[in-house]
Nanobody
Framework: QVQLVESGGGLVQAGGSLRLSCAAS????????MGWFRQAPGKEREFVAA??????YHADSVKGRFTVSRDNAKDTLYLQMNSLKPEDTAAYYC????????????????????WGQGTQVTVSS
């Protein structure tokens, strides 16, 4: 079992920045691929970014603005979000999966086993 708890969400003006954190506990954090997803009201959950051993991947919609990172010593995943836009408004979730290689499943919410409860990000125009 892996428990995930997100924090760092809030209200920010367009063009601003936020850093989300995801604290993990349970199994060995470093052995999992970690992902960030988001879900806006009335929309499907969508992939934002992922990180594993030796690679990171970002959705085109956030590339150049968001950066995923992790600190295995602290069992924590991060998402640095810069140049925020109103369309980034959503609940943000971190997730974990045991497979460490990159594949099409990396972008698929159903491929992740463990999920946090989410943190809300609201970007005002």
């Amino acid at each position: 079992q892996v428990q995930l708890v997100e924090s760092g969400g809030g209200l920010v003006q367009a063009g601003g920045s936020l850093r989300l954190s995801c604290a993990a506990s349970g199994r060995t954090f470093s052995s999992y691929s970690m992902g960030w997803f988001r879900q806006a009201p009335g929309k499907e959950r969508e992939f934002v970014a992922a990180i594993s051993i030796g690679w990171t991947y970002h959705a085109d919609s956030v590339k150049g603005r968001f950066t995923v990172s992790r600190d295995n010593a602290k069992d924590t995943l991060y998402l640095q979000m810069n140049s925020l836009k109103p369309e980034d408004t959503a609940a943000y979730y971190c997730a974990a999966r045991a497979q460490t290689h990159y594949s099409a499943d990396t972008l698929r919410p159903g491929a992740y086993t463990y999920w946090g409860q989410g943190t809300q990000v609201t970007v005002s125009s």
